[in-house]
C-alpha cells in the first residue's frame, strides 16, 4: 500500500504541474496584462491566492468533513515552507546571468511583517474566539 500511495502522490503532483503551467500561469498573464497590474501586485495577490488554495482547502475539509484539527497547523506550516523553502529554491536555481541575486530589504520585511501580524491574529481568534470556534467579529 506504501508504493501506491507514492504513486499516488506523484501523479498528484504531476496533475498539479500540468494544471498550473497550462492553465493557471497563463490565466494570471491575461488577467495582469488585461487589468494592467503591477507585477509586484499580481504576484502578492494572485500568485499568493493560488500558493495557498490547497492549505485553505486542506483546512477546509479538515475543519468540516473530518472534524479535525488540522486547519491551524496546516496554515502556519505551509506559510513557513512557503516562507523558507520556495525562496531559497529560487535563490539556488537563479540563471548564472542572474546571479547574485540583487534583494532589497522591502519584500522580507512586507511580507515577514503581515505574516506575523496574520498569525497573530489567528491565534487570538483560536485563543479567546471559544472552544474550537471563531466567531466571526
Same mark, same amino acid.
Given at each position: 500500500m506504501v508504493i501506491f500511495h507514492i504513486l499516488g502522490v506523484i501523479y498528484m503532483f504531476l496533475g498539479l504541474m500540468i494544471v498550473c503551467d497550462n492553465f493557471f500561469?497563463?490565466? $494570471?498573464? /491575461?488577467m495582469v496584462d488585461k487589468w494592467s497590474i503591477d507585477d509586484d501586485v499580481a504576484g502578492a495577490t494572485f500568485m499568493a491566492a493560488g500558493g495557498s488554495a490547497p492549505e485553505l482547502a486542506t483546512s477546509f475539509m479538515g475543519r468540516f468533513v473530518s472534524k479535525s484539527d488540522v486547519g491551524?497547523?496546516?496554515? /502556519?506550516?505551509?506559510? /513557513?515552507?512557503? #516562507? $523558507?523553502? #520556495?525562496?531559497?529554491?529560487?535563490?539556488i536555481f537563479t540563471p548564472p546571468e542572474l546571479a547574485p541575486l540583487q534583494l532589497t530589504w522591502w519584500p522580507l520585511f512586507r511580507d515577514c511583517s503581515y505574516y506575523s501580524i496574520t498569525l497573530v491574529t489567528l491565534g487570538a481568534f483560536f485563543r479567546w474566539g471559544g472552544k474550537d470556534e471563531?466567531?466571526?467579529?
Open positions: 500561469g497563463p490565466a $494570471l498573464d /491575461v491551524f497547523g496546516t496554515i /502556519v506550516g505551509s506559510a /513557513v515552507f512557503n #516562507v $523558507l523553502f #520556495v525562496i531559497g529554491m529560487c535563490a471563531i466567531i466571526w467579529w
